[in-house]
């Protein structure tokens, strides 16, 4: 999602993508576009991380280009979910 009317795209491992949800939306961005691989990433070869880059392209694109409202949409539940887990009780910025 823009903040400060910049879009913005996360790109993270699997290992850090709650995380990074998390500290956006303490930072009023909770439903910026996360774009994850599997980790680790450290020690793969240039052809293995060009396969992974392009897989997440898609995602990075929409990102950059689609509306606001529309990355909103998209993303409310998954980031509701990866806010706040179900089961888990913790201080945080409300979705």
């Known amino acids: 999602m823009e903040q400060r009317?910049?879009?913005a795209v996360m790109i993270t491992t699997d290992t850090f993508?709650?995380?990074?949800?998390?500290?956006a939306s303490t930072q009023g961005c909770?439903?910026?576009?996360?774009?994850d691989t599997p980790n680790?990433?450290?020690?793969?070869d240039p052809d293995s991380l060009r396969a992974r880059v392009e897989v997440m392209m898609?995602?990075?694109i929409d990102g950059l280009t689609l509306p606001?409202?529309?990355?909103?949409?998209?993303?409310?539940?998954?980031?509701?979910r990866q806010i706040h887990p179900e089961g888990i009780v913790r201080?945080?910025?409300?979705v």
């Open 30 to 35: 909770p439903h910026v576009v996360i774009v």
């Open 17 to 23: 993508t709650q995380f990074g949800r998390r500290m």
């Open 68 to 80: 606001p409202a529309e990355i909103e949409r998209r993303l409310k539940d998954v980031a509701k």
């Open 5 to 7: 009317g910049i879009p």
């Open 58 to 60: 898609p995602m990075i």
């Open 40 to 44: 680790p990433v450290r020690g793969l």
């Open 91 to 94: 201080s945080s910025v409300p």
